[in-house]
């Protein structure tokens, strides 16, 4: 394994039902993705506040200004922000907050993380009905 490879994308998706999943997906832009699911609930007043009952789909690009980060490493720690030690906080989160705070939720928690060095830049963006994007870009 090239422990040198940095990896230029990291994909967070939100579904609508709840359970931490890491899952593996490799493109040729070695792009990762991890899926957040809210909540699973019968109550349809309380699933129109999970973010609107839809899936939101955040793009977190990532871009190392040196090459010295594992695949692993990576994983590792948008990992970490990604399982909160205290879930039934990150669930009252994903009840109330907009997809936009979410999105700023989820930068500042990178921000903090040993990967926020490397983070320069904020973009979100819409890119259609239950979606958003973060889009990071190097200096």
């Known amino acids: 394994m090239n422990k040198g490879l940095a ?7 939100l579904t609508q039902s709840y359970d931490f999943c890491f899952v593996h997906h490799f493109t040729q832009c070695n ?3 991890l899926q957040l699911k809210q909540p699973k609930t019968k109550d349809k007043k309380t699933a129109s506040k ?3 009952g ?3 789909k955040i793009r977190v690009s990532v871009v190392c200004k040196d090459d010295f980060f594992s695949r692993d490493f990576m994983n590792t720690e948008v990992h970490k922000i990604l ?7 990150l669930n009252d989160y994903l009840n109330t907050v907009s997809c ?3 999105a700023q939720y989820l930068w500042t928690q990178l921000k903090l993380s040993p990967l926020g060095e490397y983070l320069t830049e904020l973009n979100i963006q819409e890119t259609q009905k ?8 190097s200096a």
């Open 54 to 56: 839809h899936s939101v």
């Open 7 to 13: 990896i230029p994308n990291i994909k967070v998706v």
């Open 100 to 102: 936009e705070s979410l």
């Open 31 to 33: 792009e990762n993705v």
């Open 83 to 89: 399982q909160p030690k205290n879930q039934n906080l």
């Open 130 to 137: 239950n979606q958003i994007y973060i889009k990071k870009t």
């Open 50 to 52: 999970n973010l609107h």
